[in-house]
Each structure stands twice: as C-alpha cells, then as structure tokens.
C-alpha cells in the first residue's frame, strides 16, 4: 500500500472496530449454556462473513477462517519499511516449524494447521524446505533452518531444536525490521514482547529447576541481560517481584506473582503481558497519520480470536468459568 492511502485505511479500521467482540457479547459468551449458544455469538459479530457452521463443534473452523480475513486486510494496508511486515513474520515462522516437523517426519501432504499466510506463502516455504534450498528465503530463516539441518543430520533430532532456533530467528528477524522502520510504538511494542518473554522464560526455567535451558531459549533484542535473568531464578518469587518493581512491568509482576508463588501457573502473568501489549497501540488509537491504528485492530483481532477460542473450547468441555475468566485478557475497545 502507498503511504498516501494511510489516512483511508484508518477510516476503514476505525469503521472495523465497531466488529470488536465487547466485553458485555465476551461476558454473555463465558456464561453460555452450551456451546452453540457461544457460538452465535460469533455470528453476531459476524465472523467469517456471516459464515455458519452444520455444527457447533466446528467452531475452529469459523475462528480460522476469520483469522485469514484480518490477516489479509493487515497485508492488504501495509506500508514498505514501515516496520508493519514483522508481524505477520509469526505466521512465516510458525508456518516454517511445522513444514520442518513434517520434513524430518517424512509427510509431505498438506497441512490444516497451517496459521494465514503471512509475508512469504506457504508454497514457497514448503518447496524451499523440502528441497533443503533456502537460498530465495529472507537471511534469518534460511540461516536457521541451516542450522536445525545440521543437528537433526548430527543425531541431535529433537522437535525442541526446531521450536527454539525459529523463535530465536524470528525475534532476530523482527527487531532488524523494525530498527529500519524507526516507528517508536513498533519498536516500544517489540521490545517489551521481548523483556516479558524472556522474563516468562526464565520463570518456566525456574520451575523446572534447570538453569542451563535459559541460555539456550533466551531471545535478544529486550531490556534484560542474560546475566540479568540468570540471577533471577536463583531468587525467591518475593525477591523477583520486588526487583521488577521499578520496572514498565511492576503491575504484571505485583498482580501475577501470587498465583505464580502459590502454583507455578503462568496463566495470569501471560494474560496480563498481552493485555500490556495490546495497550501500547491503544494509546495511539486515535493517530490517523501513523500506521499504529491498523497494527492495533491486528493485534486487537488476533487476540480476540484466540479468547474466543479459549472460552468455546472451555464450554465444549465443562470447564469451570472461573478458570475462563483469569484467562481474559483487556479490551481494545
């Protein structure tokens, strides 16, 4: 998209935002009676173009679909060097975990848990890794997928190594984008995703009790040191919380801490991570000259879907509706 269709663009997201499922349609979706009663909901909203489904039970198929309509309107607005195309580069990396799992299991039939297309299609991923030539894909993918070669073909065949070298290489690939683009709340955006995953890692790391796997999933680009994180686990959940306290993440850390002490659950501390996230783009809402109000109706989406996901998988199951509830996250409307 050229830069002079940014102010149309806007409009058109501010007139989408009105599609936002609420927090009053997300609260009657918790307390649903089954899950075809959830289900309608979505059709109020009006999700995959008024699609319905023959069954409740395909719900996934109704989020998936939506999921390709938000994903090809944020590719449709994108501005080059913007800084924009990062975050469809989740798509591209998880894409490129799961042809990679498929490679070395030996299954080239297409795949239905494939995320929306993002920056590269799924054609050419699928051709370059099965091919084993990455020569036409961006540097930070090619390089890792070189990588996970080496070590499956040196024994160490681990689906762990896939999963950890993309991520690493995704993060890697974000943050030179974005450096480029020079957009404050992108790059405010990114680097905080990277202090509370690091941050998230280092407390999984922490329960688990083997310190020598931080190193090895720790991702660059944030606010923290390795060394940093490193000698947080060897703290108290108490002490963690009050070396936090005078960070962006005190709140996070104050509120989401207690659980953690008491249950090892990460459950809040992850709701409340994206619930910061999301914020970020929320204060800049109104900016009809920046790119921030598309990025943030695409952040805002994606993370409806996924909530909405949630709360019918815990109504097809019985799950209590309290565990529903300290899943959610905030609204962006």
């Known amino acids: 998209m050229k830069n002079g269709n940014l102010v149309f663009s806007n ?10 499922i609420t927090e ?22 009006g999700y995959a173009g008024g699609t319905t489904l023959e069954r409740a039970e395909d719900y996934p ?16 607005t994108m501005i080059s060097s913007s800084g924009m195309d990062a975050f469809l580069l989740e798509e591209d990396y ?30 050419t991923l699928k051709e370059c890794i099965f091919n084993d030539n990455y020569s036409s894909l961006p540097k930070f993918i090619a390089e890792a997928l070189h990588l996970i070669d080496e070590l499956f073909a040196n024994g160490r065949r681990s689906p762990r190594y896939i999963d950890t070298y993309l991520d690493k290489a995704m993060y890697k690939d974000i943050h030179a984008r974005i450096s480029k683009g020079k957009n404050k709340t992108i790059i405010e955006y990114f680097k905080a995703k990277t202090d509370l995953t690091n941050i998230a890692t280092a407390l999984r790391v922490k329960k688990i009790g083997n310190a020598s796997l931080l190193k090895d999933n720790y991702i660059e680009g944030g606010s923290y040191s390795l060394g940093f994180l490193e000698s947080l686990i060897e703290e108290s959940n108490d002490s963690i919380a009050e070396r936090l306290k005078y960070s962006d993440y005190r709140d996070i850390a104050e509120a989401s801490f207690g659980d953690y002490a008491k249950s090892g659950s990460l459950v809040r501390f992850e709701a409340m991570s994206e619930s910061y996230l999301m914020k970020i783009f929320r204060r800049d809402k109104g900016d009809i000259f920046s790119v921030a109000p598309i990025i943030g109706f695409f952040v805002a989406k994606r993370t409806e879907i996924r909530t909405a996901r949630l709360i019918l998988t815990a109504l097809k199951n019985n799950v209590g509706r309290d565990a529903v509830k300290e899943r959610l996250r905030e609204f962006y409307v």
């Open 11 to 20: 409009a058109r997201v501010k007139s989408l935002e009105s599609s936002l």
């Open 24 to 45: 009053e349609k997300m609260t009657r979706m918790i307390h649903a009676a089954n899950l075809e009663e959830g289900v309608k909901i979505l059709y109020e909203c």
């Open 61 to 76: 198929a109704l989020l998936e679909e939506e999921l390709k309509r938000v994903t090809a309107f944020f590719r449709e």
């Open 94 to 123: 998880l894409s490129a975990k799961i042809f990679m799992k498929k490679k070395y299991m030996r299954d080239a039939s297409d795949s239905g848990d494939l995320p929306p297309e993002g920056n590269i299609s799924h054609d």
